[in-house]
């Protein structure tokens, strides 16, 4: 007998090797820039958190929130408290097998809820790549094994992603998993 790991394990670990960058942000690290212009680290964990928020909303059937705000959004501990709010919620809406065929509507059309769950997942290993480099952290903390298959995800679902990523740019060929899927996804390395 094997136990088959559910959909949502490869998020899983994204986000737990995630939630240990936001560990290692310093105090005067929340104002520093990131990959992502005109963004400082607390405007991308803000973005990560309202994202998870969205995802939650969308797969459930419901209607998005647009962003975070008040207590939750100041930088430190409060930040920190309000992306691990949401993940026992977030894990739970991709967590059984034959909701996966499911269809979500989401902002370009109707998609999987596969799709919304590798989507997710993508978009979630590129914040933590952005992240690391912001506060100086090795990006190489995230799993390399699920960039490597998002990657994949990447190059044969592009058109039908319901996130928008910048056009892809050459990665060295020595280059880890996590910075090909940076570069896949437009960002400079």
């Known amino acids: 007998m094997s136990v088959q790991a559910s959909p949502g394990a490869d998020l899983a670990r994204v986000v737990d090797a995630l939630g240990d960058l936001l560990y290692s942000i310093a105090d005067a690290q929340w104002w520093a820039p990131t990959?992502?212009?005109d963004w400082?680290?607390?405007d991308l964990v803000a973005h990560v958190v309202a994202g998870n928020r969205?995802?939650?909303e969308i797969v459930s059937g419901r209607e998005p929130m647009t962003s975070i705000e008040g207590d939750l959004a100041l930088p430190g501990p409060s930040l920190r408290v309000a992306y691990h709010l949401d993940l026992p919620s977030l894990l739970a809406v991709f967590d059984a097998p034959e909701a996966l065929d499911i269809p979500v509507r989401m902002q370009i059309g109707t998609v999987p809820r596969l799709v919304a769950l590798w989507a997710r997942t993508t978009d979630l290993l590129v914040n933590g790549w952005d992240l690391a480099r912001?506060?100086?952290a090795s990006p190489e903390a995230l799993p390399q094994d699920v960039a490597t298959a998002m990657a994949h995800f990447v190059r044969s679902h592009?058109?039908?992603l319901p996130i928008?990523?910048?056009s892809a740019r050459r990665a060295p060929l020595d280059a880890s998993p996590i910075?090909?899927?940076a570069a896949l996804l437009g960002r400079v390395l």
């Open 35 to 37: 990959p992502c212009k």
């Open 40 to 42: 400082n680290v607390r």
């Open 54 to 56: 969205n995802f939650i």
């Open 134 to 136: 912001a506060i100086e």
């Open 158 to 160: 592009r058109s039908a």
């Open 164 to 166: 928008a990523f910048a």
């Open 179 to 181: 910075d090909r899927l």
